[in-house]
């Protein structure tokens, strides 16, 4: 809200349980079309027919959608997120968390920027996936990109990765944000690799196709579902 409206623009910051800090440049949050990443360009340019965009922040796949002549609606649990997006022109915008929309039939369901990580946990994502399951059309999609955390662990002698042992997934990662020096709640976010993903997705009997493969150990993926098995 700062960077969109008239107050003087701090430091983000976020803090991961991994050890790790890094400053995010707010504008990254406000980027176009143009200086997004070839994995997230990809991404909305699969997108199609009634779009929710899970997470949306400030709204710009959304603006590329509309602008692209697609119902996009923009979600967010962030309430000035959302109040952003909107002022941004995205027409539809929703308040809440993905868990307390009950009702969908959309064509696509949009998950980026490690859109995965909402899921928090492993089973947070199988929780996850049934719920998304649920708001798809017949023939529907699940677009959502993730990265695989492997590259930054040790490995054992026999090839196996020493994990924390307060974890029980070497991705499931707790963040916390600083902004003008106050910081915010701890909450986790998952890093899913995408044989795990694939793995669990079967299991709910979805079809994973790996779409694109970024430059960082990032990967974009397609979950999709025989129209017949979706119950809207």
Same mark, same amino acid.
């Given at each position: 809200?700062?960077?969109?409206?008239?107050?003087?623009?701090?430091?983000?910051?976020?803090?991961?349980?991994?050890?790790?800090?890094?400053?995010?440049?707010?504008?990254?949050?406000?980027?176009?079309?143009?200086?997004?990443?070839?994995?997230?360009?990809?991404?909305?340019?699969?997108?199609?027919?009634?779009?929710?965009?899970? !997470?949306?922040?400030? +709204?710009?796949?959304? $603006?590329? @959608?509309?602008?692209? #002549? *697609?119902?996009?609606? =923009?979600?967010?649990?962030?309430?000035?997120?959302?109040?952003?997006?909107?002022?941004?022109?995205?027409?539809?915008?929703?308040?809440?968390?993905?868990?307390?929309?009950?009702?969908?039939?959309?064509?696509?369901?949009?998950?980026?920027?490690?859109?995965?990580?909402?899921? !928090?946990?492993?089973? +947070?994502?199988?929780? $996850?996936? @049934?719920?998304?399951? #649920? *708001?798809?059309?017949? =023939?529907?999609?699940?677009?959502?990109?993730?990265?695989?955390?492997?590259?930054?662990?040790?490995?054992?002698?026999?090839?196996?990765?020493?994990?924390?042992?307060?974890?029980?997934?070497?991705?499931?990662?707790?963040?916390?944000?600083?902004?003008?020096?106050?910081?915010?709640?701890?909450?986790?976010?998952?890093?899913?690799?995408?044989?795990?993903?694939?793995?669990?997705?079967?299991?709910?009997?979805?079809?994973?196709?790996?779409?694109?493969?970024?430059?960082?150990?990032?990967?974009?993926?397609?979950?999709?579902?025989?129209?017949?098995?979706?119950?809207?």
């Amino acid at each position: 809200m700062d960077y969109y409206g008239e107050e003087p623009v701090g430091e983000l910051w976020s803090h991961s349980s991994l050890g790790t800090s890094e400053q995010v440049p707010v504008a990254h949050f406000f980027r176009d079309f143009g200086t997004m990443p070839a994995l997230e360009k990809n991404a909305l340019e699969l997108c199609r027919g009634k779009v929710l965009d899970i !997470g949306c922040g400030a +709204g710009s796949h959304c $603006l590329y @959608l509309q602008d692209s #002549g *697609l119902e996009c609606t =923009g979600l967010d649990r962030s309430c000035d997120a959302v109040e952003t997006a909107s002022r941004r022109g995205v027409k539809n915008t929703l308040c809440k968390d993905i868990f307390e929309v009950k009702v969908g039939n959309f064509d696509t369901l949009l998950l980026l920027m490690n859109g995965a990580g909402i899921a !928090g946990t492993l089973e +947070g994502l199988r929780k $996850l996936l @049934l719920h998304l399951a #649920g *708001l798809l059309a017949p =023939g529907g999609q699940i677009l959502m990109d993730s990265s695989d955390l492997i590259y930054m662990f040790d490995e054992d002698d026999d090839g196996g990765v020493w994990v924390p042992g307060n974890v029980t997934y070497y991705g499931e990662v707790t963040y916390r944000w600083e902004y003008k020096g106050r910081q915010g709640s701890e909450f986790p976010w998952l890093f899913v690799d995408f044989g795990t993903l694939q793995r669990e997705a079967s299991m709910l009997g979805f079809e994973v196709t790996l779409i694109q493969e970024g430059p960082h150990y990032d990967y974009l993926a397609r979950l999709s579902r025989p129209a017949y098995e979706n119950r809207g």
